[in-house]
C-alpha cells in the first residue's frame, strides 16, 4: 500500500499513476498489479500477472441505442480498478503519459485520462485482462470472479436504501440532461 494524502484533490483516483510509479521504483524488475482498495480478492492472483502486453488493463464493452433500433453503438471503456504493469520501457511511457493526463485534467477522475493514454500509446502493447480478475461489481460477477469490487462510493449499506435510490436517481438525470453531448441530442429529439 502506498499511502496518498486525500487533502490533495480530496477522493483522488488521478493519483494512481505516481503509485505505480513510485512502486515500480521500489520493486525494481517486478511486474506490478495496481488494485483498487476496496477490492475484494478471493483467490490466486498469480495467473493475471501472465500477461503478454507491457500493460494489463480491464476493457470493458457495451451496447447504446441513439434512438432508433438500427443506430446502435458500442462503447468501449478501459478501466483502472485492476491494471498489470511489467517492468518495461514501453510500461513506463505508458504510465508517464497517463501522469501527464492526469495532471493535466480539471475534473473527473483518472479512468478518462487512462482511456487517452490507451488511445495516444499504440505503441505500448496491452493486454485485457480475463474478466474474473477485472475487479468487475460485486452484484455483476460470476461465481469463478477472483477479483471483486466493493464500490466504496456506492454502498448500500453505510446510506440505506432510500438514499441509495435517491443518489442513483439524481446521479441518472445529472448524467441524461447536464452532461456534454448528451443535452443537445435530447432537446434536438424534443423539437424536431
Not at 22 to 46: H, N, Q, R, S
Not at 133 to 160: C, F, L, Q
Not at 182 to 192: L, N, Q, V, W
Request: with cysteine; aromatic share 8%.
Amino acid at each position: 500500500l502506498f499511502a496518498r494524502d486525500k487533502r490533495v484533490g480530496g477522493w483522488a483516483t488521478r493519483q494512481k499513476p505516481s503509485v505505480v510509479l513510485e512502486g515500480m521504483g521500489a520493486y525494481p524488475g517486478k511486474t506490478l498489479v495496481l488494485m483498487d482498495v476496496d477490492c475484494i480478492v478471493k483467490g490466486d492472483i498469480t495467473p493475471v500477472v501472465n500477461i503478454r502486453g507491457d500493460v494489463g488493463l480491464s476493457v470493458k464493452a457495451r451496447q447504446r441505442n441513439k434512438g432508433r433500433p438500427w443506430q446502435k453503438q458500442i462503447v468501449v471503456t478501459v478501466g483502472s480498478r485492476v491494471m498489470v504493469f511489467r517492468p518495461t520501457a514501453a510500461a513506463s511511457e505508458f504510465i508517464e503519459e497517463w501522469q501527464r493526463l492526469c495532471d493535466k485534467a480539471e475534473v473527473g477522475g483518472d479512468e478518462t485520462s487512462l482511456g487517452w493514454a490507451y488511445l495516444l500509446k499504440p505503441e505500448v502493447s496491452t493486454s485485457q485482462l480475463d474478466q474474473r480478475y477485472a475487479g468487475r461489481e460485486i452484484g455483476a460477477m460470476n461465481p469463478d470472479t477472483v477479483i471483486w469490487h466493493d464500490s466504496a462510493h456506492d454502498n448500500i449499506g453505510k446510506m440505506g436504501w432510500d438514499r441509495h435510490w435517491l443518489r442513483r436517481s439524481l446521479k441518472q438525470f445529472e448524467r441524461r440532461w447536464f452532461r456534454t453531448g448528451r443535452t443537445k441530442g435530447a432537446m434536438s429529439r424534443k423539437i424536431g
